[in-house]
């Protein structure tokens, strides 16, 4: 399959490893991997915090890039569950703030092919089993975006649970949200720093190594907590998890979701 | 101050109340929502309702053996029995009560055997003296299984709604066929005489109000008990299977 | 006048009165950050709202049609929304039929002059009170007090907080904040014959409670008692109040006038269709499977409990959450409260951060949209934001109000008023956001930026950034609590370099180097 790569902004800037290991990943179970130098944004942050206006321009830049593609690739798949949502769910209310229908249509149709790496991998590339090795102790926190607005469901946790040497732990409380909600993390710092810590202490809690997740801004927010407070467990993508082998295994870095190599 | 705490609702010269607030709800309401109106047939009724196969087939002793299981579920106190047992059980579950209040259309032999003195509510009794009595007993319109809910209709059985509420100690006798499945089929049966006045009841008064610790017993009666009614068990078909079943099963039925 | 009936359009919808409890002193995230403080009412609010929690959830477990039930709750609630002029017409119809009387108030200030005169004329200087959301939102307690008449709420939890001179922080259990200790406090405070040795043992408070009420339940005095309800059917006139305790069931019977304040939302089509809401209201609300007391009444019931009762029929701003479709369902809402209980704001933060009668997620939509949202420093402004859209409000709401989606429509309704308004969008979010948004939407720029952060962040020292002086202005709200990964060599720059290799090798690339950075 020719799969388009959407690394999302966040990725692409501060946690590049996470969209590395997701082409690693894909190649390696071959398939082919675009990467569009277009890409910028999905325009989420700008839509939570209630700026349609300002979403508009970025959500229309988006659709531009991938819409050109549609006929070209198989699928467009996105290592976050929150960026999937919103390319889902929410541009075409973008494009209806701004009374664009053609835009509203394109986003549909870009919308229709757009996946998030868990959904890509057991929906549409249907494998489990990736093939990875990676023998560490994990707990998972299903995201609030992937487990309540795309259902991911236990998608994540089934690719998890195949991986060789891993060791997969009960996360307690781990329906709860980390706290970061974009710009609610900083707006709102207080109650959301409250929130991150109660997450924090559970993931400490599980005994685990690494915090897995699907969304690479819920796990700068854990693991920058687990930073501060100097715990133990590192944040890991689920991406990183499922790209390590025998032959080039993850190799846990200083950076928060970083790796060296 | 800041503009926010000026800001009033106005109120237009000329319209009543009630032809303004209409006329603000027609006019927030013109702005049309993207779904289509919903119209009363559009609400999904797949749910289990009355007419369900489960409310249906299921059988009686078993929907009795749900509702005494939730109502110990709510610490009430339930005896079963059958109506020749009744009376006795009744006067029993009355216990030690000197004063008992009773609807005015309470079956005669429910308090046969009751040694209290009884008063027959005329409608006259205040709630203070209502509330120096020692226990109230009242028959019931519908009691519902899945729930644990007892149904009283303001009646001559149930009695007016102040005699069930003051006394500390409330015993109900319930029929078996009386008991329904689930919310639905009882809803349905009280919606035969939907302005009547309803009191449905699912164990004694409680309050979760401090750490959501339930307690029970707050400003309604602290003791619940039900009395169920049910049809004399059937012979044990192994040594007697010549007894007509037809006829053990009703014998009872029409106490 | 010469009011034709087609003078309707000029009427607008109105929000609350400026009077009412809707609104607090200021902004959500200042009130958050000192309740935050408070290590009791965490402690306490933390294990109320999670035993409740799993109360509901497991017996919601039990019911195998679930969300069949919600979908016709929500259902019936658009029916109701859709065609509300024409049930309540057809409510007020009904009641008087039954022998009740209907009064249709504007706002808080006339539902409480409406409330106030009846009680005056029948000389009652002290009325008991039900628990009623709508009577709290419109400050009937205060209006009555003005007029020289007492107020008693009757329900344990409104009667910790009253004589606390508390306000309520939750929509069923409004003194949820308080643990057993303080309400011994409280009681011992305000109880002058209570035992001082009681106990803070729950039982022991709630019989406190019990002598302390009963006497002016038997008494009655003055006859006249106030209650909301839960339900108000339009095809029988039918109310229903759902309790627990039996003050309900002393107030709805004993007292020979009975005043029920009813927001105009509270409508159910039939009584058939109370089939739904008796499932629906009390698992997601107390946990139960069915609540100790429901009573059912319709207008006046010959011999039987109050020989008047009047319905006053509530707008106080329910009108201009109509007015937004998008909006429009956080009327839908049938205080069940068990968003409050799952969400990890409320939480933490406790209901008076919401500085509404109305807390947690279903305030943060309803609130604002009552009163508008009027500045920048309107406090009902920041509820919109007071929520990280984790959508667990959503899943558990019986009649399926999309909250998270309203909230974000909100947040949208904010910034357009401030883009709209003159010399209001140059707050450091609205610049922010406007430049965010040039850069990421143009391809160009945006590749040439994230390819130098990795470069421009190099001068600060580490791998992580830790805690920052307040040299940016949004950073400081993360980095004071966390650290956060410092850009190194973007995406894109490795996907170039590889992209380069490959060309030039005819075998597959290894990884490339970490110095590639230029575009």
Same mark, same amino acid.
């Given at each position: 399959m020719r799969i388009s790569l959407m690394t999302t902004c966040l990725v692409?800037?501060?946690a590049?490893d996470v969209a590395r290991a997701t082409v690693t990943l894909l190649e390696r179970l071959g398939h082919?991997v675009?990467?569009?130098?277009?890409?910028?944004c999905c325009g989420q942050m700008?839509t939570n915090?209630?700026?349609?206006?300002?979403?508009?321009?970025?959500?229309?830049?988006f659709?531009?890039?991938f819409?050109?593609?549609l006929?070209?690739v198989d699928a467009i798949v996105m290592p976050s569950g929150s960026c999937t949502g919103c390319v889902r769910d929410q541009h075409e209310l973008v494009?209806?703030?701004?009374?664009?229908?053609?835009?509203?249509?394109?986003s549909r149709e870009v919308a229709a092919k757009t996946y998030e790496l868990s959904e890509l991998l057991v929906d549409v590339l249907k494998v489990t089993d990736v093939g990875a090795y990676f023998p560490h102790s994990v707990t998972y926190h299903p995201t609030c975006h992937s487990m309540r607005f795309l259902k991911v469901g236990p998608r994540p946790v089934k690719l998890l649970r195949a991986v060789e040497g891993i060791e997969v732990r009960n996360l307690p409380e781990s329906d709860s949200c980390c706290g970061f909600g974009g710009?609610f993390s900083?707006?709102?710092?207080?109650?959301s720093?409250?929130m991150v810590?109660d997450k924090a202490e559970n993931v400490v809690r599980s005994g685990a190594e690494f915090v897995v997740a699907g969304d690479a801004s819920c796990l700068m927010n854990i693991g920058?907590k687990l930073?501060?407070?100097?715990?133990?467990p590192q944040s890991v993508h689920l991406a990183q998890i499922l790209a390590s082998t025998?032959?080039?295994?993850f190799?846990?870095?200083?950076?928060i979701l970083?790796?060296?190599? | 101050?800041?503009?926010?705490? @000026?800001?009033?609702?106005?109120?237009?010269?000329?319209?009543?109340?009630?032809?303004?607030?209409?006329?603000?709800?027609?006019?927030?309401?013109?702005?049309?929502?993207?779904d289509?109106?919903?119209?009363? @047939?559009?609400?999904p009724?797949d749910y289990q309702?009355?007419?369900?196969? @489960?409310?249906?087939?299921?059988?009686?002793?078993?929907?009795?053996?749900?509702?005494?299981?939730?109502?110990?579920?709510?610490?009430?106190?339930?005896?079963?029995?059958?109506?020749?047992?009744?009376?006795?059980?009744?006067?029993?579950?009355? !216990? =030690?009560?000197? !004063?008992?209040?009773?609807?005015? @259309?309470?079956?005669?032999?429910?308090?046969?055997?009751?040694?209290?003195?009884?008063?027959?509510?005329?409608?006259?009794?205040?709630?203070?003296?209502?509330?120096?009595?020692?226990?109230?007993?009242? !028959?019931?319109?519908?009691?519902?299984?899945?729930?644990?809910?007892?149904?009283?209709?303001?009646?001559?059985?149930?009695?007016?709604?102040?005699?069930?509420?003051?006394?500390?100690?409330?015993?109900?006798?319930?029929?078996?066929?009386?008991?329904?499945? !689930?919310?639905?089929?009882?809803?349905?049966?009280?919606? =035969?005489?939907?302005?009547?006045?309803?009191?449905?009841?699912?164990?004694?008064?409680?309050?979760?109000?401090?750490?959501?610790?339930?307690?029970?017993?707050?400003?309604?009666?602290?003791?619940?008990?039900?009395?169920?009614?049910?049809?004399?068990?059937?012979?044990?078909?192994?040594?007697?299977?010549?007894?007509?079943?037809?006829?053990?099963?009703?014998?009872?039925?029409?106490? | 006048?010469?009011?034709?009936?087609?003078?309707?359009?000029?009427?607008?919808?109105?929000?609350? %009165?400026?009077?009412?409890?809707?609104?607090?002193?200021?902004?959500?995230?200042?009130?958050?950050?000192?309740?935050?403080?408070?290590?009791?009412?965490?402690?306490?609010?933390?294990?109320?709202t999670s035993?409740i929690q799993s109360k509901r959830a497991s017996v919601v477990r039990e019911v195998r049609d679930w969300q069949k039930l919600r979908n016709a709750g929500s259902a019936?609630?658009?029916?109701?929304?859709?065609?509300?002029?024409?049930?309540?017409?057809? *409510?007020?119809?009904?009641?008087?039929?039954?022998?009740?009387?209907?009064?249709?108030?504007?706002?808080?200030?006339?539902?409480?002059?409406?409330?106030?005169?009846?009680?005056? /004329?029948?000389?009652?200087?002290?009325?008991?009170?039900?628990? %009623?959301?709508?009577?709290?939102?419109?400050?009937?307690?205060?209006?009555?007090?003005?007029?020289?008449?007492?107020?008693?709420?009757?329900?344990?939890? +409104?009667?910790?907080?009253?004589?606390?001179?508390?306000?309520?922080?939750?929509? *069923?259990?409004?003194?949820?904040?308080? #643990?057993?200790?303080?309400?011994?406090?409280?009681?011992? /405070?305000?109880?002058?014959? $209570?035992?001082?040795?009681?106990?803070?043992?729950?039982?022991?408070?709630? /019989?406190?409670?019990?002598?302390?009420?009963?006497?002016?339940?038997?008494?009655?005095?003055?006859?006249?008692?106030?209650?909301?309800? #839960?339900?108000?059917?339009?095809?029988?006139?039918?109310?229903?109040?759902? +309790?627990? +305790?039996?003050?309900?069931?002393?107030?709805?019977?004993?007292?020979?006038?009975?005043?029920?304040?009813?927001?105009?939302?509270?409508?159910?089509?039939?009584?058939?269709?109370?089939?739904?809401?008796?499932q629906l $209201?009390?698992r997601s609300?107390?946990g139960?499977?069915? #609540?100790?007391?429901?009573?059912?009444?319709?207008?006046?019931?010959?011999?039987?409990?109050?020989?008047?009762?009047?319905?006053?029929?509530?707008?106080?701003?329910?009108?201009?959450?109509?007015?937004?479709?998008?909006?429009?369902s956080?009327?839908?809402?049938?205080?069940c409260?068990a968003c409050l209980n799952v969400c990890p704001v409320y939480q933490r933060?406790?209901?008076?951060?919401?500085?509404?009668?109305?807390?947690g997620p279903i305030?943060?939509i *309803?609130?604002?949209?009552?009163?508008?949202?009027?500045?920048?420093?309107?406090?009902? %402004?920041?509820?919109?934001?007071?929520s990280s859209l984790c959508g667990a409000c959503y899943d558990v709401c019986p009649v399926k109000i999309d909250i998270p989606s309203v909230l974000v429509h909100?947040?949208?309704?904010?910034?357009?008023?401030?883009?709209?308004?003159?010399?209001?969008?140059?707050?450091?979010?609205?610049?922010?956001?406007?430049?965010?948004?040039?850069?990421?939407?143009?391809?160009?720029?945006?590749?040439?930026?994230?390819?130098?952060?990795?470069?421009?962040?190099?001068?600060?020292?580490?791998? #992580?950034?830790?805690?920052?002086?307040?040299?940016?202005?949004?950073?400081?709200?993360?980095?004071?609590?966390?650290?956060?990964?410092?850009?190194?060599?973007?995406?894109?720059?490795?996907?170039?370099?590889?992209?380069?290799?490959?060309?030039?090798?005819?075998?597959?690339?290894?990884?490339?180097?970490?110095?590639?950075?230029?575009?």
């Amino acid at each position: 399959m020719r799969i388009s790569l959407m690394t999302t902004c966040l990725v692409d800037v501060m946690a590049p490893d996470v969209a590395r290991a997701t082409v690693t990943l894909l190649e390696r179970l071959g398939h082919e991997v675009v990467f569009d130098k277009r890409q910028t944004c999905c325009g989420q942050m700008h839509t939570n915090s209630g700026y349609y206006t300002e979403a508009a321009p970025i959500v229309r830049s988006f659709v531009d890039t991938f819409s050109s593609q549609l006929d070209t690739v198989d699928a467009i798949v996105m290592p976050s569950g929150s960026c999937t949502g919103c390319v889902r769910d929410q541009h075409e209310l973008v494009a209806r703030h701004e009374g664009d229908t053609s835009l509203e249509e394109r986003s549909r149709e870009v919308a229709a092919k757009t996946y998030e790496l868990s959904e890509l991998l057991v929906d549409v590339l249907k494998v489990t089993d990736v093939g990875a090795y990676f023998p560490h102790s994990v707990t998972y926190h299903p995201t609030c975006h992937s487990m309540r607005f795309l259902k991911v469901g236990p998608r994540p946790v089934k690719l998890l649970r195949a991986v060789e040497g891993i060791e997969v732990r009960n996360l307690p409380e781990s329906d709860s949200c980390c706290g970061f909600g974009g710009t609610f993390s900083v707006k709102n710092d207080a109650t959301s720093d409250a929130m991150v810590t109660d997450k924090a202490e559970n993931v400490v809690r599980s005994g685990a190594e690494f915090v897995v997740a699907g969304d690479a801004s819920c796990l700068m927010n854990i693991g920058g907590k687990l930073r501060r407070t100097g715990a133990a467990p590192q944040s890991v993508h689920l991406a990183q998890i499922l790209a390590s082998t025998r032959e080039d295994p993850f190799v846990p870095s200083e950076t928060i979701l970083g790796r060296t190599s | 101050m800041n503009e926010w705490t @000026q800001e009033r609702p106005v109120r237009t010269p000329g319209l009543s109340a009630k032809e303004e607030i209409l006329a603000r709800v027609r006019s927030a309401l013109a702005t049309p929502r993207r779904d289509e109106i919903t119209e009363a @047939q559009d609400v999904p009724r797949d749910y289990q309702r009355a007419d369900d196969k @489960q409310e249906q087939r299921t059988a009686p002793e078993k929907m009795r053996d749900v509702l005494v299981q939730r109502l110990e579920d709510y610490t009430a106190i339930v005896h079963r029995t059958t109506a020749a047992e009744a009376p006795a059980i009744i006067a029993a579950a009355l !216990g =030690e009560a000197r !004063g008992v209040v009773v609807p005015s @259309q309470l079956p005669e032999d429910w308090t046969s055997a009751v040694d209290a003195e009884l008063l027959v509510d005329d409608g006259s009794a205040s709630p203070h003296r209502l509330d120096a009595l020692d226990a109230v007993l009242t !028959g019931c319109h519908t009691a519902i299984a899945i729930t644990g809910t007892i149904v009283l209709r303001g009646d001559g059985r149930s009695g007016r709604r102040a005699i069930s509420l003051v006394p500390d100690h409330h015993v109900i006798v319930v029929e078996a066929e009386q008991v329904v499945l !689930g919310v639905p089929k009882g809803i349905e049966r009280m919606a =035969e005489d939907p302005t009547a006045a309803w009191t449905m009841i699912s164990g004694p008064s409680a309050t979760s109000d401090i750490e959501l610790s339930r307690v029970e017993g707050v400003h309604g009666p602290r003791r619940l008990e039900v009395v169920l009614i049910e049809p004399e068990p059937e012979p044990d078909p192994a040594p007697e299977a010549a007894t007509d079943p037809a006829s053990a099963s009703t014998k009872e039925s029409t106490a | 006048m010469t009011t034709v009936n087609l003078g309707i359009p000029s009427v607008r919808p109105q929000h609350a %009165s400026p009077s009412s409890h809707l609104r607090g002193t200021r902004g959500f995230p200042a009130a958050a950050r000192e309740e935050l403080g408070d290590e009791t009412l965490r402690g306490n609010l933390r294990h109320a709202t999670s035993t409740i929690q799993s109360k509901r959830a497991s017996v919601v477990r039990e019911v195998r049609d679930w969300q069949k039930l919600r979908n016709a709750g929500s259902a019936l609630k658009w029916q109701v929304t859709d065609h509300l002029p024409e049930l309540l017409e057809q *409510l007020e119809e009904s009641v008087t039929a039954a022998g009740g009387v209907v009064h249709w108030a504007r706002d808080a200030e006339e539902a409480g002059e409406i409330v106030t005169r009846l009680a005056l /004329e029948r000389g009652a200087e002290e009325v008991l009170k039900v628990k %009623s959301m709508a009577t709290q939102e419109i400050g009937l307690n205060e209006t009555l007090a003005h007029a020289g008449i007492r107020a008693i709420e009757s329900d344990l939890a +409104e009667l910790i907080v009253q004589l606390a001179d508390d306000t309520p922080s939750h929509i *069923l259990v409004p003194a949820i904040h308080r #643990n057993r200790a303080e309400i011994r406090e409280i009681f011992l /405070e305000a109880m002058p014959d $209570l035992d001082p040795s009681i106990t803070d043992e729950p039982a022991e408070l709630a /019989e406190a409670a019990r002598r302390f009420l009963r006497e002016k339940f038997l008494d009655m005095p003055g006859s006249v008692a106030i209650s909301g309800a #839960n339900f108000a059917v339009a095809d029988t006139g039918t109310l229903v109040v759902v +309790e627990s +305790e039996g003050n309900g069931r002393m107030c709805l019977t004993l007292p020979r006038t009975l005043i029920s304040v009813v927001g105009i939302e509270k409508i159910v089509p039939s009584f058939q269709d109370l089939e739904v809401f008796l499932q629906l $209201l009390p698992r997601s609300s107390t946990g139960e499977r069915m #609540n100790p007391y429901t009573t059912l009444f319709t207008g006046v019931h010959e011999g039987d409990g109050p020989e008047e009762f009047h319905l006053v029929l509530l707008d106080n701003g329910r009108s201009a959450v109509l007015e937004d479709p998008e909006g429009r369902s956080a009327l839908h809402c049938i205080r069940c409260s068990a968003c409050l209980n799952v969400c990890p704001v409320y939480q933490r933060s406790g209901g008076h951060a919401y500085g509404s009668t109305y807390p947690g997620p279903i305030g943060a939509i *309803l609130s604002p949209q009552m009163t508008g949202m009027s500045g920048t420093d309107d406090p009902n %402004s920041t509820l919109p934001y007071a929520s990280s859209l984790c959508g667990a409000c959503y899943d558990v709401c019986p009649v399926k109000i999309d909250i998270p989606s309203v909230l974000v429509h909100l947040r949208e309704k904010d910034v357009d008023r401030r883009r709209e308004t003159r010399g209001d969008f140059h707050g450091t979010w609205d610049v922010a956001l406007q430049g965010a948004s040039k850069l990421m939407s143009s391809p160009r720029a945006y590749d040439l930026a994230v390819r130098s952060a990795g470069p421009l962040s190099s001068v600060l020292g580490g791998t #992580n950034i830790g805690k920052l002086p307040g040299i940016l202005p949004l950073i400081p709200g993360w980095t004071d609590h966390r650290d956060l990964p410092k850009p190194g060599t973007s995406f894109r720059s490795w996907w170039d370099a590889r992209e380069k290799e490959r060309a030039s090798a005819p075998e597959p690339a290894q990884a490339p180097t970490e110095d590639e950075e230029q575009a």
